[in-house]
Nanobody, 124 residues
Framework: VQLVESGGGSVQVGGSLRLSCDASGYTYSSVCMGWFRQSPGKEREGVAAIYKGGVATTYANSVKGRFTIYQDNAKSTVYLQMNSLKPEDTAMYYC??????????????????WGQGTQVTVSS
C-alpha cells in the first residue's frame, strides 16, 4: 500500500487548507484511512478517520467542527478539509491506512501503512 500526501502549506489564522492522500496498491474494500499530525516536542495525534469510503467517520475533539475527512472513491483519494485553522494546528500531517476484514477504524488508530507527511503551518 502506497500513500502520498499533498496540499500542505502556510496559512494565516482562520484560513483553510485541504490535504489530499492518494492511495494505491490494495484491493480490499474494508479500508480505514486516517490523518495524524505531529509537531516538534508533542505526541503524535490522531486527527480523523474514515471507514469504507464514508460509512463512518471519527474525529479528535480538537478538530471537531473545523475539519472534515472525506473520500473520492473513484480516485482512491482521501481528503482532509481544514477550516478555521489555529496556530496549534501547525504540524506535519500524515496519511495512514489499515485494511482487511474486521478492521477497527478510529481517529487514533491503529494503522499499518503511512505516508511521508506534508507540513501545515498556521501563523498569526
Amino acid at each position: 500500500v502506497q500513500l502520498v500526501e499533498s496540499g500542505g502549506g502556510s496559512v494565516q489564522v482562520g484560513g483553510s487548507l485541504r490535504l489530499s492522500c492518494d492511495a494505491s496498491g490494495y484491493t480490499y474494500s474494508s479500508v480505514c484511512m486516517g490523518w495524524f499530525r505531529q509537531s516538534p516536542g508533542k505526541e503524535r495525534e490522531g486527527v480523523a478517520a474514515i471507514y469504507k469510503g464514508g460509512v463512518a467517520t471519527t474525529y479528535a475533539n480538537s478538530v471537531k467542527g473545523r475539519f472534515t475527512i472525506y473520500q473520492d472513491n473513484a480516485k482512491s483519494t482521501v481528503y482532509l478539509q481544514m477550516n478555521s485553522l489555529k496556530p496549534e494546528d501547525t504540524a506535519m500531517y500524515y496519511c495512514a491506512a489499515i485494511l482487511g476484514p474486521g478492521v477497527r477504524c478510529a481517529s487514533g488508530g491503529p494503522f499499518r501503512y503511512w505516508g511521508q507527511g506534508t507540513q501545515v503551518t498556521v501563523s498569526s
